[in-house]
């Protein structure tokens, strides 16, 4: 989550000088936004269908490139059947996305919803604040009980919607399966094997079989082309090796919180110990030496081929032909006896990924849509389809029906490709992401879980603003800094300087504001 207020700035200060020259009549009253007229449908509070009267709702949303038409979606079909609901949707491609939600926000020619559209928290608060988005939490309470019902589960859910006016103007996809919110750390267990050796229970012992595997030809061709360690490039191994120093990512950034005290680890020795170990395995070509610059293709690809030794994912999709030669290892424990499994997402994983606009003439109805799909049975249409056709059940779950999963379609059967669809995933409804191996490497994993993941914390709009710049500057900062103590382009004698930068860029006051946040929130 390095980059998520950065991503948005430029794009959120467009909106911002868009809203103010488009609104300026009613500047900051929300009530030049166009507003629903009263509607004689009404809603069934309870059962199906949702409604007597056929309604009918206008729904934007993102496709990724790998779905179909929303409206061929077995989900979609099957549920107007059910619900008496018929959705319109205006598809938006991933590529040039976010300006189209500018524009919709911007030219007030809003939908009754936006589904799938990841709204972040900044516009959440600016366009609640105008009234283009309307308030949820009275809603949910009464026509929710599915999402409601999560929400007491899992309180962390509910402090991280919330804003610091109590309103609640987007719901999340809910992800309570631990193994869908955190990569799995997978090693050659073939090589270890072969050459004799253990799962490494520590830093140094990782260290040491990252060795192995450069030194003593474990592949067996007579060459050192073998791939000690690899990740995803950038930062994502600080993120991924962070727990075995002690370093956790809690409120969607770089914090510990210990004993309700947030502490931006940043500038830490605590990360100048890790930063100093990546080093190490980089200066050593036991970590991949393309981590700064390959492409995810690239990635994905050096799992397939069977040639590294320890990687980080969240599935073995990406290596099924030879997952047999992988296994899951626990964190290994640091120097100062760390073993956390930081690089955890929140129980609320994908923030805005539904939100009823002020246009809406039937938002009693609409809530009711949604909230079926924070149910096994919903979360099980949604990404499973048709019962006999897409899928059968074993012992409750559904599993895809093989003759299904060889025609290649399931991505254009379920708007879930792609990520942030507004829906629950649980263990029930997960048979394809979390199969017998993955839940073993989850297992492994599961003593060192965090035993709450805040998500990002939701300010209000002049601090959301404040926290902008301030991360936009320091984000930057840090990750070019630490990519080159990791790389030794930056010798570890800087680190004073280092420190004293962040210092200038007003971490501390970074800081502040989260912890105010954090004391705001409910727990």
């Known amino acids: 989550m390095y980059k998520l207020w950065g991503k948005y700035a430029l794009s959120t200060a467009l909106v911002s000088a868009l809203l103010l020259s488009g609104c300026s009549s009613n500047s900051g009253s929300g009530s030049d936004a166009k507003t629903a007229e009263p509607s004689e449908a009404t809603v069934n509070e309870t059962g199906f269908p949702l409604t007597k009267e056929p309604v009918t709702l206008n729904m934007f949303t993102r496709i990724a490139p790998l779905n179909g038409p929303f409206k061929d979606m077995p989900v979609f079909q099957d549920y107007e059947k059910m619900s008496n609901v018929h959705v319109n949707f205006t598809e938006a491609p991933t590529d040039g996305f976010q300006e189209k939600k500018n524009l919709l926000f911007a030219s007030n020619e809003l939908p009754d919803a936006f589904y799938r559209s990841g709204i972040t928290p900044l516009e959440a608060t600016q366009y609640g604040a105008v009234g283009q988005l309307i308030p949820l939490e009275d809603l949910i309470d009464k026509y929710a009980p599915n999402l409601k019902s999560l929400m007491e589960q899992y309180p962390e859910i509910r402090s991280a919607i919330t804003t610091p006016e109590g309103h609640i103007y987007a719901i999340p996809g809910i992800v309570t399966l631990a193994a869908a919110r955190t990569d799995k750390k997978w090693i050659n267990e073939a090589w270890l094997k072969k050459l004799g050796l253990k799962e490494p229970e520590t830093t140094d012992e990782l260290y040491d079989v990252l060795v192995a595997f450069r030194d003593k030809d474990p592949n067996g061709n007579g060459k050192k082309d073998e791939i000690p360690m690899t990740a995803r490039a950038g930062l994502a191994v600080v993120n991924l090796m962070s727990g075995s120093f002690g370093l956790d990512q809690q409120l969607g950034y770089n914090i510990n919180l210990e004993n309700d005290k947030v502490n931006i680890w940043m500038g830490s020795e605590k990360n100048k110990e890790l930063l100093m170990y990546l080093n190490k395995l980089y200066k050593e070509k036991l970590l991949d030496p393309e981590l700064f610059s390959q492409k995810e293709a690239q990635y994905l690809a050096k799992q397939g081929s069977g040639n590294a030794g320890f990687f980080f994912d969240q599935t073995n999709n990406n290596f099924l032909p030879i997952a047999d030669q992988y296994v899951g290892i626990a964190p290994p424990a640091g120097p100062h006896g760390d073993r956390l499994q930081a690089?955890?997402?929140?129980?609320?994983?994908?923030?805005?990924?539904?939100?009823?606009?002020?246009?809406?003439?039937?938002?009693?109805?609409?809530?009711?849509?949604?909230?079926?799909?924070?149910?096994?049975?919903?979360?099980?249409?949604?990404?499973?389809?048709?019962?006999?056709?897409?899928?059968?059940?074993?012992?409750?779950?559904?599993?895809?029906?093989?003759?299904?999963?060889?025609?290649?379609?399931?991505?254009?059967?379920?708007?879930?490709?792609?990520?942030?669809?507004?829906?629950?995933?649980?263990?029930?409804?997960?048979?394809?992401?979390?199969?017998?191996?993955?839940?073993?490497?989850?297992?492994?994993?599961?003593?060192?879980?965090?035993?709450?993941?805040?998500?990002?914390?939701?300010?209000?709009?002049?601090?959301?603003?404040?926290?902008?710049?301030?991360?936009n500057d320091i984000d930057k900062y840090y990750e070019e800094q630490s990519t080159k103590f990791i790389a030794g382009a930056l010798s570890f004698d800087k680190w004073d300087e280092f420190q004293s930068t962040l210092k200038k860029m007003q971490i501390d006051k970074l800081q502040e504001l989260y912890q105010a946040a954090y004391d705001k929130m409910e727990k």
């Not at 379609?409 to 990520?419: H, L, M, V």
């Not at 060192?448 to 902008?468: C, G, I, L």
């Open 343 to 471: 690089q955890t997402a929140p129980v609320p994983r994908d923030f805005g990924a539904f939100a009823i606009s002020s246009v809406n003439k039937y938002p009693e109805i609409t809530m009711r849509w949604i909230d079926y799909f924070y149910s096994d049975e919903g979360s099980t249409l949604l990404r499973f389809g048709r019962e006999g056709e897409h899928y059968e059940l074993k012992d409750g779950i559904p599993y895809y029906k093989e003759d299904f999963l060889k025609t290649d379609n399931q991505p254009k059967i379920t708007p879930y490709a792609g990520g942030g669809a507004p829906h629950l995933i649980s263990d029930k409804v997960a048979s394809y992401i979390n199969p017998p191996q993955v839940q073993e490497a989850q297992k492994k994993l599961d003593p060192y879980m965090p035993k709450v993941r805040y998500a990002a914390p939701m300010f209000d709009e002049k601090t959301a603003q404040e926290v902008n710049i301030l991360r």
